[in-house]
């Protein structure tokens, strides 16, 4: 059985587009293709409920970095997520952090409001004026079980008047 020459080249080039689908795909997996050099920020969230590591962060539509990390606080059994933005983004110390979703029911994102100070965070810092995510399940539960009617009627007998038609 004679092998061309042909076959070797192909046969590498082959190889060397699988390694480059492979490397790209752990790439992508980890988050790790953000543009140039990046720093970290934390955010304190009260409910980091559907927010992942990896999840986007994003500013005026166009994202700006991934969530790398969700831990919680002993302390006041809060969610603190670690976030990592691009360097060239000087974010105000005053900027607020809200968990979104995309759609109806689709991912969480950290989506990064800026305010009006001339001061930027520093790498590290922390965000402390945050908006945790909306629970869902509970909202449905609410509206399906007419939990919210019930709580109006419950202080309503509790202060003596009478709920609101």
Known sequence: MKSSHLEYPVGLFVLLGLAAIAWLAVKVGAGSLLGGPTYVIEA??????????????????????????????????????TLRV???????V???ASIKTTGLIG??????????EE???????????TESSVDLESLIGKMAFGSVSN????????TGTSPAP
């Open 86 to 92: 691009m360097e060239g983004l000087q974010l105000p």
């Open 151 to 158: 709580d109006t009627n419950a202080k309503a007998n509790e």
């Open 119 to 129: 001061e930027a965070l520093k790498p590290g810092a922390q965000i402390t004026m």
């Open 44 to 81: 304190r969230f009260a409910n980091a409920g559907g927010l992942n590591p990896g999840s986007s962060v994003m500013c005026a539509g166009v994202s700006i970095g991934r969530v790398e990390s969700l831990r919680m606080d002993p302390k006041d059994f809060s969610a603190i997520a």
């Open 94 to 96: 005053d900027t607020m």
């Open 107 to 116: 991912d969480k994102y950290v989506s990064l409001a800026p305010g009006a």
